[in-house]
């Protein structure tokens, strides 16, 4: 069966930090990658996908960015966080259901 | 432009009775449709979904309507219990999307015992 790994849990960041936020899947081969965001109150935003190795398709602009260097690792990356990008941040891969990892809860201080 | 949306922020219904939560849309590729549910600091979790070449989906105390013509769709939950409170998300895609699902932004359901 697939599985989705993403880490970590929790992360407190301070304003202009750098960010790294990893994802993995496992069971599956080529499977499409998505990063969501949840902000307080809100629901929930793509903000990037991935169909293969290295493709990446942003949805809105943003202070974030994603890569893919390997079929099944997918990670989220800032080189300078905001106040605005603190929120819950979930990976997930998807068939015709999306599957979603546990999230992470990023606060940016 | 909120292609998705749940206009209903929270919900709150008597244990045993049923809940039903609402959806629209308007983009009128959207093809597939599906239910999530969460629980604070998860992810979502999938819990049923719809093509749009049906108008009813059940999967035991979950039912999902389409109305493609008033481009609506709704989860009923029947009989409501007290661990179904979670919020809900509706969630669209079409095809040749690569998959991308659009949520909206949820409805928070609370069953009282």
């Known amino acids: 069966s697939q599985t989705i790994h993403q880490w970590p849990a929790t992360l407190v960041q301070p304003v202009g930090s750098p960010l790294s936020l990893e994802c993995t899947v496992e069971?599956?081969?080529?499977?499409?990658l998505y990063w969501y965001r949840q902000a307080a109150g809100r629901g929930l935003q793509l903000l990037f996908y991935?169909?293969?190795?290295?493709?990446i398709s942003s949805e809105v602009p943003q202070n974030l960015s994603a890569s893919r260097p390997q079929d099944r690792q997918f990670i989220l990356s800032s080189k300078k966080l905001l106040l605005s990008d603190s929120g819950f941040y979930l990976c997930?891969?998807?068939?015709?259901?999306?599957?979603f990892g546990q999230g992470t809860r990023l606060t940016v201080v | 432009d909120q292609q998705v949306k749940q206009n209903s922020p929270s919900l709150s219904v008597q244990e045993g009775r049923i809940s039903i939560l609402n959806c629209d849309y308007t983009?009128?590729?959207?093809?597939?449709f599906l239910w999530y549910k969460k629980y604070p600091a998860e992810g979502p979790t999938f819990l049923i979904s719809?093509?749009?070449?049906?108008d009813k989906n059940e999967d035991g105390r979950f039912t999902v309507f389409l109305n493609k013509s008033a481009k609506h769709l709704s989860l009923h939950i029947v009989p409501s219990q007290p661990g179904d409170s979670a919020v809900y998300f509706c969630?669209?895609?079409?095809?040749?999307?690569?998959?991308?699902?659009?949520f909206g932004s949820g409805t928070r359901l609370l069953v009282r015992p």
């Open positions: 969630a669209a895609s079409a095809m040749d999307s690569s998959y991308k699902l659009i």
């Open positions: 991935s169909v293969g190795i290295g493709q």
């Open positions: 719809i093509s749009s070449i049906k």
């Open positions: 069971g599956t081969s080529n499977p499409n």
């Open positions: 983009n009128s590729m959207f093809d597939y």
């Open positions: 997930a891969w998807a068939n015709t259901e999306a599957f």
